[in-house]
């Protein structure tokens, strides 16, 4: 393949990877706790040599995706109502204990199991100060205070366990709206908790859908490049070709 | 292309989220309905490229890894718990319960199902019963004669029968209370049975700790909030219609590339 094809092909790969990635967006936009992402592109500069009647260097630039981004940022709270609907305001995450190992979440969606255990949808159990949080039936309503304080009709039950970490970018995703690294987990200094609330997906639809559009359009036009390339070649040998 | 999955996977939720919605605007007047409400996740993501691997030999690191994601999925669709309004209906057999707790009765098939539909009748022996037939546990019978019937709030039912002042005992309610209310299986007819999930049932009497109070000529009202209901029916079906333009660009794309080699 020439080199126009070749830098043609470079983009349409970043722009198919740069729909995957808004479409898992869309897909989540109703996920609690989801955090938006973008890829973020590098040029990637390579020599060649002049051609023959050409002076200097040519440089060919091709596309590749460095990474993904995460966007940070908080999402909507909105009310649920449930009392173990647990949303966090500012930085930080829940610790929740898996049988392969701590993991972490800002999906709050958190619910009680046959023992009594905070737990979430997949049965893992939230993390306290102490370890996992027992309630009891005879607690009551529960209320859940600001800074993660537990405390039912007969008092405190404990504390919830919220973390932070220096470098919040770097974790990977698990699926199941959870976290894993191996960073050390220290206190989270800037989060509150609200109870029955769940923070929503910071997936903004018209972002997307304008990206998305746009995505497309570049599509568009490298296809048209492409196409144009190769008109020029065949055009190339149809003329050439010819015996005068 | 994986869009078209994913996009997939996301209208997937967002039909349940609709039918979920739907069904709890249906039961909008259905005496102790709770509301549900689907709960979403990610699901898995393959790992591209890692985020802190080493990008040369003195030892920078990538400040951002690829994990591209595979889409949602519905992980529950779980019950609020959240107590109705009590309505008064002047009915002598209707009966709320204010606070935690259900109504045990017996089902057909000899086990117990639980309920907050206190709308109970008599039976033709005149057995306390539900709509349906069954009959409240512990059994109460109230005898033809009484000229009126008391429920207290701890749950003594106390007739009065002619010809005497005093009132007399007839039977006690109980309440029926589990660790995990959720988690309890919806069966139809306002009735619920056990789980694994909810844990075992414990019986206590109406008014001590932990339990609710029971409200004679009270019904509970279902919790659906019919605004919150439609302005999330609003927002399904906008996440919805986004998912489907998600597909429709996706196959814009594949139809250019196919377009390519004519």
Redesign the interface.
Known sequence: MDNASLLNLSY?LA???S??????N???????G?KR?S??FEEVLEHVKPAEDQKGSQTLSFVK??????DLSDGRIEQ????FDLAINGSGYFAIQTSAGERYTR?G?F??????LVVT??GDPVLGDGGPITIA????DISFGADGTISG?QGQLGKMRLVDFANP??L??????LYST?QNAGPATTASLQQGMLESSNVQ?IV??SR??EV?RS??AT?TL??SS?ELKRTAIQKLGTVQ | MRALSIAATGMVAQQTNVEVIANNLANMNTTGYKAQRAAFQDLLYQNVQAAGAQSSDTGTLLASGIQLGAGVRTAAVYRMTTAGALTSTSNTYDMAISGTGYFRVQLPDGTDGYTRDGNFQLSAEGQLVTQQGYTVQPGITIPTSATSVTVSTTGLVQVTLPSQTATQTVGQLELTRFPNEAGLKAQGDNLYTETSSSGGPQAGVPGSTGYGTIQQEFLEASNVDAVSEITSLIAAQRAYEMNSKVITTADTMLQETAKLGS
């Not at chain 1, 039936?137 to 009551?140: A, F, I, L």
């Not at chain 1, 990977?172 to 709206?177: A, H, L, P």
């Open positions: 349409q722009a198919f990877r729909i995957d990635v808004i479409a898992n869309v897909a989540n936009v109703s996920t609690p989801y992402e890829v973020r995706d460095a990474g993904i981004l995460r649920t109502g449930a009392p999906n969606h619910t009680l199991n046959a023992d009594g949808e997949d039936p005879d607690d009551g009709k970018r770097e990977q995703k698990q699926g199941n709206s191996s639809p997307e859908i998305m559009i497309m599509y568009e296809t492409e196409k190769s």
